[in-house]
């Protein structure tokens, strides 16, 4: 969860101004949490306190409704109305919010359950739904791993996208926000990272969705290489004061 919101911070001020220089700072005044934080938060309070993830989703975010970035209009609209509703979406939210799963679940079938779940409160659609469990399940097999070798994710992959799932991901530069695209793509750079930091260094330069796929990226990242201490506390001082007690919280219950 932690590697997510790093992503997602380090992303944040990219997203929409991308940058080429690998060695560019992960942490400054221009960066900050954005929806992807909040809404893995939301997904984590929602298991911690035993509530339904929609309920959790939609109070998280109305309490912070103008994040970083702001939140897409399909989903804000979701989150607004009286009466929500799933709207078929494929993008790429679904993974990026799902990494608690794979740490607060035990067994894989859980796991694929409860990531689904996640996701189907509005990315209903085929691909919104595999995306989510595609990075769930890739982040509680290599968790749960003796040796925590890349070819997890790839064969991850491979198991959720086909014999080839490396072959046609986005250009770089490219604003591809659909699972399809951006799931195989931070499996990609997870399995080809030398260190956590590389990974996240890796995700952003890779250009287009910058916070959404330095939060995937970090996600699956903190599975296989663990954080540094370093850089868990710079991403906890850009948290408020809620959203860190959620953190906390799932820390102390993960460990």
């Known amino acids: 969860m932690l590697g997510a919101i790093i992503g997602d911070i380090a992303g944040s001020c990219y997203e929409f101004n991308n940058i080429s220089d690998y060695n560019f700072p992960l942490f ?4 900050d949490f ?3 934080s909040i809404c893995t938060v939301a997904v984590a ?12 989703m939609r109070e998280w975010c109305r309490k912070y409704p103008h994040p970083m970035g702001a939140y897409g209009s399909y989903f804000f609209n979701w989150v607004m109305r009286p009466d929500p509703h799933p709207y078929n979406s494929f993008g790429n939210g679904s993974a990026m919010r799902v990494s608690p799963v794979a740490w607060l679940f035990d067994n894989e079938d859980n796991v694929k359950a409860e990531g689904e779940r996640s996701a189907a409160i509005t990315h209903n659609h085929p691909e919104g739904i595999k995306g989510a469990v595609a990075i769930a399940v890739a982040i509680f097999r290599m968790r749960t791993a003796a040796v925590k070798s890349p070819a997890i994710f790839e064969e991850v992959a491979k198991e959720f996208y086909g014999d ?3 072959s046609n991901l986005p250009q770089r530069g490219v604003f591809d926000v659909t699972c399809q695209g951006c799931v195989p ?5 997870a399995s080809n990272a030398t260190d956590f930091e590389d990974a996240i260094r890796r995700a952003v330069v890779y250009g287009g969705d910058t916070d959404t796929v330095g939060a995937i990226v970090g996600s699956l990242s903190e599975a296989r290489f663990g954080i540094p201490a370093w850089m868990v506390d710079k991403a906890k001082a850009y948290l408020p004061e809620d959203l860190l007690d959620v953190v906390n919280r799932f820390e102390a219950r993960k460990a």
């Open 34 to 36: 954005t929806d992807d």
């Open 185 to 189: 793509l931070a499996l990609f750079i």
């Open 45 to 56: 309070d929602a298991i911690l306190r035993h509530r339904d993830y929609q309920s959790s």
């Open 164 to 166: 080839a799932p490396f």
């Open 28 to 31: 400054s005044d221009n960066n």
